[in-house]
């Protein structure tokens, strides 16, 4: 899943000044105060709003209502208030770094880049670091990425994690070189023994824990509403540890949901430990692995009896406390144990999709009435490495007269649009061949791009999850490649719990070969447009309902073992 790093800062590093003159003011301060405490960014920005009204030219009010104004999706508001504080404190280090969180969420990477670049030269250090590795991810510069990685930010306990998350995007890295450099990370995380069960009934409600930052909007999020929506609750209960940003209406269902919801995004690692002990919860589950907002040193305290990975991130974490990676026997095939750290427990399927409730009706393919067809790919840019072009630009040219759309955050600049035409007339295709669309806000507005598209195309090895059954979802066949790893093998996974399992290639020729073929034939296209929605919807990667009792099974198989009811 993966490809999460860091949204708009949450914390206000200068501190809170009182301002100064009016006690009003200086009330609705308090007030953004404490609507940042609880994630609330319309109130932070409707509190800052109080406080400019009184005093017009306070910086770090101005800074911090931009912020939340891009938070809210009100982008260009939110820009011009972060750039107007800047010209009354053009010193100020952290005014910077807001301002490149803010035009990195807005899907300018190329001028948070410079914001990033400026805070560094006012000494903002390993946080403007952290932010050029977030911009240069989104435009697809993940060697960029790399070196930063590898020099200013070696030394940094977190961004150790990220560097982590990074690697899985080079191709030339091997299973075991990446288990190497995950198990080198967790080398000073050793786990503590587990603790004994509080209540070592094997048959009692199980109290099951999930630590995350993406109960909201999110693309894991359409992965975990199975669970919420048929999870038997006389049998498990649902604890949330929740470090979610900028929460939502999505955030707001997960909460409703839930047994009990614990916002943690003010507690340290130790705190949070000692609140899930508190708790007594007997499953903890961890959804992010090396992504940004991850836990990670929390699990290596061993809070609970439990410990399970899953969903979140694209391999092995490098950790041994955990019981286990929840996966299948086509994302991690058998053989593959030796390029994991955590023992793998697999289902019949890993994950199971719940699309978007507003999605539109899938349109007909448009080479019906262009006579041309269009290949697409909206994943992360940092997925498009050479291998990936050079197969993609094989089949271009097999098809004189096709085009290939790619959408992303990042092309919303002609810098990264210009970088992608470059490549590929590098590989020989002419950049008129390449269309680009850039991020757009709204669940509607991004799949509708879908209409433009006839055949997607996944990048390897680090295939796509929530884009691939987006696209499926909206009649869009998918051409995937089978890897040697798990990132690369989400797509077959995908395939077969959808019911299309001769859908994915072994090989770039065989790969080469499904997208001519696909392409080559508009009838073909146009009944696959129509049938592929209610195919999946027939399907186990939409059978929530039972994808909810195998893992109940899981939670209750390993809670008998280690209650001594099972061997």
Same mark, same amino acid.
């Given at each position: 899943? *993966?490809?999460?790093?860091?949204g ?5 590093p ?9 006690e ?11 609507a ?19 005093n ?22 939110g ?12 010193a ?6 807001n301002?490149g ?26 946080e ?8 240069r ?6 060697m ?9 930010l ?14 899985n ?34 048959? /009692? ?16 999020a359409?992965f ?10 006389? +049998? ?10 900028a929460e ?13 919801? /614990? ?18 919860v007997?499953?903890?589950?961890d ?11 929390v ?22 406390c ?13 053989g ?9 427990? /697999? ?17 007909p ?21 050479e291998?990936v072009?050079g197969?993609w630009s094989?089949?271009l ?7 290939l759309?790619?959408?992303? /955050? ?24 390449? +269309? ?12 509708? @791009? ?8 996944d990048?390897f ?29 989400? *797509? ?28 080559s ?7 696959? +447009?129509a049938?592929? +929605?209610?195919?999946? @919807? ?17 939670f ?12």
């Amino acid at each position: 899943m *993966g490809g999460r790093t860091t949204g708009p800062r949450g914390e206000c590093p200068w501190g809170f000044r009182t301002v100064k003159g009016d006690e009003r003011a200086g009330r609705a301060w308090d007030q953004a105060k404490s609507a940042l405490a609880r994630g609330d960014f319309p109130g932070v920005a409707a509190a800052c709003e109080e406080v400019l009204a009184l005093n017009p030219e306070h910086a770090r009010a101005l800074n911090l209502g931009g912020l939340a104004a891009v938070a809210t999706g009100e982008t260009s508001k939110g820009l011009a208030a972060l750039r107007r504080s800047l010209r009354l404190e053009p010193a100020n280090p952290f005014l910077w770094l807001n301002l490149g969180a803010g035009l990195l969420q807005g899907g300018l990477p190329g001028a948070a880049a410079e914001a990033y670049g400026e805070a560094l030269g006012r000494g903002a250090g390993a946080e403007a670091h952290q932010g050029l590795v977030n911009a240069r991810l989104a435009q697809g510069r993940w060697m960029e990425a790399r070196v930063i990685l590898e020099g200013p930010l070696r030394r940094h306990g977190p961004s150790n994690s990220t560097r982590l998350f990074v690697m899985n995007y080079d191709p030339a890295l091997s299973p075991r070189e990446l288990l190497s450099a995950h198990r080198a990370w967790a080398a000073g995380l050793p786990p503590p023994p587990r603790p004994r069960p509080v209540n070592p009934d094997p048959e /009692r409600r199980l109290r099951v824990g999930f630590v995350s930052p993406d109960f909201r909007r999110h693309s894991c999020a359409h992965f975990l509403k199975a669970l919420w929506t048929h999870h038997d609750r006389s +049998r498990v209960e649902l604890f949330v540890y929740s470090g979610v940003l900028a929460e939502d209406d999505w955030t707001e269902g997960f909460r409703r949901g839930s047994d009990a919801w /614990r916002d943690v995004r003010s507690l340290d690692h130790g705190a949070l430990a000692r609140q899930i002990r508190g708790d007594q919860v007997d499953i903890l589950l961890d959804l992010s692995g090396h992504t940004a907002g991850n836990r990670l040193p929390v699990f290596a305290a061993r809070p609970a009896p439990l410990q399970l990975t899953w969903l979140g991130y694209p391999g092995s974490t490098g950790l041994d406390c955990f019981d286990g990676r929840i996966t299948d026997a086509l994302a991690d095939p058998p053989g593959t144990l030796e390029a994991v750290s955590e023992p793998l427990l /697999r289902l019949s399927r890993f994950l199971a999709f719940t699309p978007p409730a507003e999605a539109p009706a899938p349109a007909p393919p448009p080479s019906l009435a262009s006579g041309e067809v269009t290949f697409g790919s909206f994943n992360s840019l940092a997925k498009l490495n050479e291998d990936v072009l050079g197969l993609w630009s094989r089949i271009l040219k097999e098809l004189p007269g096709s085009t290939l759309l790619l959408k992303a /955050r990042g092309l919303g600049e002609a810098e990264s649009a210009e970088g992608l035409r470059t490549a590929f007339s590098a590989q020989g295709v002419p950049p008129e061949r390449l +269309r680009v669309l850039p991020w757009v806000p709204g669940t509607v507005s991004h799949l509708e @791009a879908y209409a433009q598209v006839d055949v997607a195309l996944d990048p390897f090895p680090y295939n796509g999850t929530t884009t691939t059954c987006e696209a499926l979802w909206m009649g869009v066949p998918v051409v995937s490649l089978a890897g040697d790893r798990h990132a690369g093998r989400v *797509g077959a996974s995908l395939f077969a719990a959808a019911g299309l399992e001769g859908w994915v290639s072994g090989g770039p020729e065989a790969y080469l070969r499904r997208a001519v073929e696909l392409a080559s034939n508009p009838q073909h296209l146009a009944a696959l +447009r129509a049938d592929l +929605r209610p195919r999946l @919807a027939r399907s186990p990667l939409l059978d929530g309902a039972s994808f909810a009792r195998d893992m109940e099974g899981l939670f209750r198989s390993l809670w008998r073992r280690i209650c001594g009811a099972e061997a």
